[in-house]
């Protein structure tokens, strides 16, 4: 608990405490008066100091303890100020914003009713990161009995925030909200590999379709049936390495393909079909297997929330093992991934061969601004300009080779 002299505090010294020194240093006969004037106000002072404890006595701030925000939207969160003592008082309450949340105010003053044990004020912030943000402690200031201080305080706070990426202002989401209107199911052709049910052996079956052990039970052969994928499960997996923190415009990569790969599973919610993401670096640092609904949605959106890129190179061998373990079924697995540097190129080619035999495997990137065709810039006017849409046009035509090996 900390003391702060009062702006009462302060004018009384000015207009009372120093006319009364220097009375009593230039005027002998006055001085006992002048002495006693300061003694006064020093006595009073301390008196108002010994009890300053009453002035935040019986006063509980209380936050929620989760509260959800969205990148660049603005928020607000209720703040309830219990008053135990039921008096009529003025607070000041502070909560600080950690860096990446703008409050709109830091503090605030609250007045405490008389008769009432609480009253309730609302704190605004705009976050401009997302991430977990963890609030210990909140700050309160209260004047004391005679006014002559103010006396603050800190009190301990349990509150988190989790800011999710905006997915309002993606033009992706709302194209797909606008597109989505009057599409219909429509049948799969195709002999899938989804299994469906076991049956005897027919003349003109596959070798690679008997189930071996039905058939050493029954003792004639048992072949496999298989139907098309009714709900096809998609994994969106993002890099989070090095190169993603690479700026795209006005955001980071990273930032692009994490909103990219809720896009995808919201489209793939609409469709009824199965969701999952991952995002790796020189780990796999999240993962939750597909499935759907609004509840698993969620999920998918707390596993990546709180991604930062990683000042790591990729490893795509760690990735792809991971998922080869882990995924059962046959699944469309598209790759959020830089592939302009050689090296990473080919690491993802090498890594993903044996994922690629029972999985669609696909990958995309966004192509730096400085990667294109030779002749596209039509303004080059310096030697320098040259060279550099050479270099862009060397790694457009490796990006075109990669695509043609993938395909």
């Known amino acids: 608990m900390k003391l702060v002299p009062s702006t009462l505090l302060i004018w009384i010294v000015v207009a009372v405490g120093f006319p009364a020194a220097m009375v009593a240093a230039l005027v002998p006969g006055a001085r006992w008066i002048a002495i006693a004037s300061i003694a006064l106000i020093a006595i009073a002072a301390l008196i108002d100091a010994v009890q300053r404890?009453?002035?935040?006595?019986?006063?509980?701030?209380?936050?929620?303890?989760?509260?959800?925000?969205?990148?660049?939207?603005?928020?607000?969160?209720?703040?309830?100020?219990?008053?135990e003592s039921r008096t009529s008082r003025r607070v000041r309450i502070g909560?600080?914003?950690?860096?990446?949340?703008?409050?709109?105010?830091?503090?605030?003053?609250?007045?405490?009713?008389?008769?009432?044990?609480a009253a309730e004020f609302v704190w605004r912030a705009t976050p401009r990161r997302r991430g977990r943000y963890v609030f210990a402690s909140v700050y309160l200031e209260a004047p004391s009995r005679?006014?002559?201080?103010?006396?603050?305080?800190?009190?301990?706070?349990?509150?988190?925030?989790?800011?999710?990426?905006?997915?309002?202002?993606?033009?992706?989401?709302?194209?797909?909200?606008?597109?989505?209107?009057?599409?219909?199911?429509?049948?799969?052709?195709?002999?899938?590999?989804?299994?469906?049910?076991?049956?005897?052996?027919?003349?003109?079956?596959?070798?690679?379709?008997?189930?071996?052990?039905?058939?050493?039970?029954?003792?004639?052969?048992?072949?496999?049936?298989f139907q098309v994928e009714r709900t096809q499960e998609i994994?969106?997996?993002?890099?989070?390495?090095?190169?993603?923190?690479?700026?795209?415009?006005?955001?980071?990569?990273?930032?692009?393909?994490?909103?990219?790969?809720?896009?995808?599973?919201?489209?793939?919610?609409?469709?009824?079909?199965?969701?999952?993401?991952?995002?790796?670096?020189?780990?796999?640092?999240?993962?939750?297997?597909?499935?759907n609904g609004k509840a698993h949605y969620a999920a998918c959106r707390d596993a990546i929330y709180q991604i930062q890129s990683r000042p790591v190179s990729p490893d795509f061998e760690e990735i792809a093992t991971f998922l080869r373990l882990r995924l059962r079924r046959r699944a469309m697995i598209l790759f959020l991934t830089s592939l302009d540097d050689p090296v990473l190129a080919e690491s993802f080619t090498r890594a993903t061969r044996l994922l690629a035999r029972r999985h669609l495997v696909m990958a995309g990137m966004l192509r730096p601004e400085s990667i294109g065709p030779l002749f596209r810039d039509e303004h080059v006017d310096k030697a320098e300009n040259i060279y550099r849409n050479l270099a862009g046009h060397l790694a457009w035509k490796r990006l075109r080779e990669l695509e043609a090996s993938l395909a």
């Open 146 to 225: 005679f006014g002559l201080w103010s006396v603050r305080d800190r009190a301990a706070a349990n509150m988190e925030i989790r800011v999710y990426p905006n997915l309002r202002s993606a033009r992706e989401l709302r194209a797909l909200r606008h597109g989505t209107a009057g599409i219909r199911a429509m049948r799969q052709i195709g002999r899938g590999r989804e299994f469906e049910k076991l049956r005897e052996y027919v003349p003109g079956d596959s070798f690679d379709e008997i189930h071996w052990k039905a058939t050493a039970r029954r003792g004639h052969p048992i072949t496999k049936v």
């Open 53 to 83: 404890r009453r002035a935040l006595g019986g006063i509980r701030v209380e936050l929620p303890a989760l509260a959800r925000f969205f990148k660049d939207r603005d928020a607000e969160i209720r703040v309830r100020v219990r008053n």
């Open 95 to 117: 909560i600080v914003a950690p860096e990446g949340i703008e409050a709109v105010s830091e503090d605030q003053q609250v007045d405490l009713p008389q008769d009432s044990d």
């Open 235 to 291: 994994y969106v997996v993002i890099d989070a390495s090095r190169l993603s923190a690479r700026p795209m415009g006005e955001e980071s990569a990273l930032e692009r393909a994490i909103v990219a790969g809720l896009v995808v599973g919201a489209a793939a919610e609409r469709r009824g079909d199965l969701f999952g993401i991952a995002a790796f670096s020189h780990q796999v640092e999240a993962f939750a297997r597909a499935r």
